[in-house]
């Protein structure tokens, strides 16, 4: 079995498709080495196996509402596209969402997968509370609430400490949003404006090929205030108004893309990039990502563009976003509101391998970190040195999980520190 997007074969011996908590707990409690597989939207090895693979695509949909809370409980597997669809008819949103919603909520919160604002932390700061089935296939809870130091260590977990069966999330009350597409803003309004491009919306991406030192698009997500009139001006720092829908890669055609050119409408459908009922992205191609601490954008939005040269042969698309910082001890902005820099990059790994290593060593002094669930070479040790909270986090894996039954080649070399 591959991944969603072809790059990467598992090696799991089985897997597994438990149809109730029951069975899920006892597949748990009888495997020796063992990994939850959700929506395969990982680029690497972290979800991978040489045990079973366990899915609970067929466990029974958990959708719980708690309206005066304003949260809800729902499964492991749901996808946020399919959760969406359910909060809206109920008056609800999320407060952010990624520029895929084909991904799996317990995979993206485990990851720290994010969308783009510069006040929205990653989608795992939405989570009130988590089940998780630990090795000995009892159900362990761990809630904001009650939980302090345990809860922020439990969220972002890499899969370390057991399958997550089910998840409480916070809501808000539903809210409408507009996409407005502005074309060919310059890398120096970029350096010297950088804080007011980021605050024009409420979510902000920046594009580029890196053909030249220029950014091609400027996404500005916005939300809409009910009973009021927004005109978007033609130009903002340079950049004009796109009349056309853009695909990020601007090769490809528009047909996947949620709506665009300031039309409101539902967060849902929105805040993504890409519509659920279609391919998202271009499908065959590899991705790399990392996050800085916001302060150093500037300088390695910079440092990237020196290496434009290299990259640009290779790139599909790069693309700029920001995340506020959290205290969830291995999300990617624990303690540091940050700066992603993402590329999707051609399927080519024995080419692109060779240049990712540069990037990482412009952005060596910033100390970024990787994307858990994309491409990255960085030594083992520099991964671990960027999370001050990682030796309590190894110490509540190794309560909840002693003999390693959730562990894999990938979390013993970049977070136990093994070979």
Do not use: C
Request: proline share 5%; glycine share 8%; charged share 20%.
């Amino acid at each position: 079995m591959n991944n969603w997007a072809g790059n990467y074969t598992y090696g799991a011996a089985r897997l597994h498709q438990p149809r109730s908590i029951d069975e899920l707990q006892a597949v748990v409690r009888g495997a020796r080495r063992l990994r939850a597989l959700g929506s395969r939207h990982s680029f690497n090895a972290i979800a991978d196996t040489t045990g079973d693979h366990v899915s609970l695509a067929e466990m029974p949909r958990i959708y719980d509402l708690d309206r005066a809370g304003r949260r809800v409980r729902v499964d492991g597997a749901v996808r946020y596209g399919e959760l969406a669809f359910r909060l809206q008819a109920d008056g609800f949103a999320l407060h952010n969402l990624a520029s895929l919603p084909h991904i799996s909520i317990a995979g993206a919160v485990a990851t720290a997968t994010h969308g783009s604002g510069d006040r929205s932390g990653n989608l795992a700061t939405a989570v009130a509370a988590l089940e998780v089935v630990t090795a000995n296939g009892e159900i362990v809870a761990f809630d904001r609430d009650l939980d302090g130091d345990g809860f922020r260590g439990a969220v972002v977990a890499l899969g370390a400490l057991g399958v997550v069966s089910a998840l409480t999330l916070e809501l808000e009350p539903t809210f409408d949003v507009r996409q407005d597409l502005y074309e060919n803003v310059s890398l120096d309004m970029v350096a010297r404006h950088f804080d007011e491009i980021t605050a024009l919306a409420a979510s902000v991406s920046l594009f580029t090929e890196w053909h030249g030192p220029d950014f091609e698009q400027l996404w500005l997500k916005r939300r809409v205030v009910t009973g009021s009139s927004f005109d978007p001006p033609g130009e903002v720092f340079g950049a004009t108004r796109a009349t056309e829908k853009i695909h990020p890669i601007r090769r490809m055609p528009a047909d996947a893309l949620t709506e665009q050119l300031g039309v409101p409408g539902p967060w849902h459908e929105r805040l993504p990039h890409f519509r659920l009922d279609h391919t998202p992205s271009a499908g065959a191609e590899l991705q790399t990502e990392w996050l800085i601490p916001r302060r150093h954008a500037v300088e390695a939005l910079l440092a990237v563009a020196a290496l434009r040269t290299r990259i640009q042969p290779l790139l599909m698309v790069s693309e700029i976003r920001t995340v506020a910082s959290d205290d969830l001890w291995l999300s990617t902005a624990f303690e540091r509101a940050s700066v992603a820099i993402h590329f999707t990059w051609q399927p080519d790994w024995d080419r692109v391998r060779l240049v990712v290593p540069e990037i990482e060593a412009a952005l060596a002094h910033f100390v970024p970190r990787p994307h858990w669930g994309k491409l990255f070479t960085m030594a083992p040790t520099a991964v671990r040195a960027a999370y001050p909270r990682l030796p309590a986090f190894i110490e509540l894996a190794g309560r909840h999980d002693p003999n390693g039954k959730f562990r894999n080649a990938f979390l013993d070399r970049y977070v136990f520190g093994g070979s």
